[in-house]
């Protein structure tokens, strides 16, 4: 009888060890669950609302090369940091000594076959320094002298609102970048703060608009302005593969996430910057019919709008309707500066 009580004991005792152990390693492996859930859906953090809780670092703004000289002002190479990565772009710098407002400068896609900086900006780069702005145009990651962005083709995109946030944010570190080449003889007045958007950059500047809800005045000429993904689909039978792979990888993004939360046309109520708006009547890339809905959509919401079209021009504003348009781009950021 003696004998079946300690048996008994030691099985209980057993017992008791066992469980606590499980207990143990349930306790143990539950936070890392946890992570792990947390870390399934990265691109979570690109959702519009969590950027827009999300603070951006300044990084230092140093400038390189100069690409080129004119007799008003230069084409000069600056650098500047994104998520640990290197990003490149291209200043244009009046050259007599004086402080300037500054304009972001936002290009329209580009094949990284035929990049070279300054494609897509250059030319109105040009037109804002010979009237007094320094303007800045960013690479973006995996353009130009900037690193590698992601390996995943939808964060490579949604790196483009981040690289911008990013820049923006560091504007209060361009007079340092700028002392080092000028001497503080040219300097930037990082209070007035602009920017500027064709085709794609103006889907990027708008996102930028909502997502920072800064009043940074800005232009844009033909932006890309429907819902995402299909502002991005549309142009799909430019591919060689007419937008197979893409439409795969747009595919296995809605599995996992909601497209609404990552569409600019949702959150058009979060700007707060005064918008000129140009459009070139026979554009062939971005219908004059979205430029037409988004002006509206923007006046319903009372937002401070003002719209151009050029009847027979192009994606470019061409052939007539350029030099108008960037004259009216000139005095818009006057008068919001002044």
């Given at each position: 009888?003696?004998?079946?009580?300690?048996?008994?004991?030691?099985?209980?005792?057993?017992?008791?060890?066992?469980?606590?152990?499980?207990?143990?390693?349930?306790?143990?492996?539950?936070?890392?669950?946890?992570?792990?859930?947390?870390?399934?859906?990265p691109?979570?953090?690109?959702?519009?609302?969590?950027?827009?809780?999300?603070?951006?670092?300044?990084?230092?703004?140093?400038?390189?090369?100069?690409?080129?000289?004119?007799?008003?002002?230069?084409?000069?190479?600056?650098?500047?940091?994104?998520d640990?990565?290197?990003?490149?772009?291209?200043?244009?710098?009046?050259?007599?000594?004086?402080?300037?407002?500054?304009?972001?400068?936002?290009?329209?896609?580009?094949?990284?076959?035929?990049?070279?900086?300054?494609?897509?900006?250059?030319?109105?780069?040009e037109?804002?320094?010979?009237?007094?702005?320094?303007?800045?145009?960013?690479?973006?990651l995996?353009?130009?002298?900037?690193?590698?962005?992601?390996?995943?083709?939808?964060?490579?995109?949604l790196?483009?609102?981040?690289?911008?946030?990013?820049?923006?944010?560091?504007?209060?570190?361009?007079n340092?970048?700028?002392?080092?080449?000028?001497?503080?003889?040219?300097?930037?007045?990082?209070?007035?703060?602009?920017?500027?958007?064709?085709s794609?950059?103006?889907?990027?500047a708008?996102?930028v608009?909502?997502?920072?809800g800064?009043?940074?005045?800005?232009?844009?000429?033909?932006?890309?302005?429907?819902?995402?993904?299909?502002?991005?689909?549309?142009?799909?039978?430019?591919?060689?593969?007419?937008?197979k792979?893409?439409?795969k990888?747009?595919?296995?993004?809605?599995?996992?996430?909601?497209?609404?939360?990552?569409?600019?046309?949702?959150f058009?109520?979060?700007?707060?910057?005064?918008?000129?708006?140009?459009?070139?009547e026979?554009?062939?890339?971005?219908?004059?019919?979205?430029?037409?809905?988004?002006?509206?959509?923007?006046?319903?919401l009372?937002?401070?709008?003002?719209?151009?079209?050029?009847?027979?021009?192009?994606?470019?504003?061409?052939?007539?309707?350029?030099?108008?348009?960037i004259?009216r781009?000139?005095?818009?950021?006057?008068?919001?500066?002044?």
């Amino acid at each position: 009888m003696r004998i079946v009580f300690f048996l008994l004991v030691i099985i209980i005792g057993i017992a008791a060890i066992v469980i606590a152990f499980v207990i143990e390693k349930k306790h143990i492996l539950s936070p890392i669950r946890k992570e792990a859930n947390l870390n399934d859906k990265p691109l979570e953090k690109y959702a519009f609302a969590n950027l827009k809780n999300q603070h951006f670092q300044g990084s230092p703004i140093a400038l390189g090369k100069i690409v080129e000289e004119k007799d008003n002002y230069t084409f000069q190479m600056f650098y500047f940091a994104v998520d640990a990565k290197k990003a490149s772009g291209v200043l244009t710098i009046p050259k007599e000594q004086g402080d300037y407002p500054v304009i972001v400068m936002l290009r329209g896609f580009v094949p990284i076959e035929i990049y070279d900086t300054g494609v897509g900006t250059k030319r109105a780069g040009e037109m804002f320094a010979t009237n007094g702005f320094i303007t800045l145009a960013p690479d973006f990651l995996g353009f130009g002298e900037s690193d590698k962005p992601s390996k995943n083709p939808m964060e490579e995109r949604l790196q483009t609102y981040t690289t911008v946030l990013t820049l923006l944010s560091s504007m209060h570190n361009l007079n340092e970048g700028l002392s080092a080449s000028y001497s503080g003889k040219i300097k930037a007045d990082t209070s007035k703060v602009g920017i500027w958007g064709h085709s794609n950059g103006g889907h990027i500047a708008l996102s930028v608009l909502e997502i920072s809800g800064k009043h940074y005045p800005t232009v844009l000429w033909a932006p890309v302005s429907k819902p995402f993904p299909y502002s991005i689909l549309y142009y799909t039978d430019e591919f060689d593969d007419h937008g197979k792979a893409l439409r795969k990888v747009l595919a296995n993004f809605e599995k996992d996430y909601d497209v609404e939360l990552y569409s600019p046309t949702n959150f058009l109520n979060w700007i707060n910057a005064p918008i000129q708006m140009h459009q070139g009547e026979n554009d062939n890339a971005v219908p004059k019919k979205w430029s037409d809905e988004l002006r509206d959509s923007l006046s319903k919401l009372k937002k401070e709008v003002e719209y151009f079209t050029y009847p027979g021009n192009d994606h470019n504003l061409m052939p007539d309707g350029w030099s108008q348009a960037i004259t009216r781009s000139i005095e818009f950021y006057r008068e919001n500066f002044e």
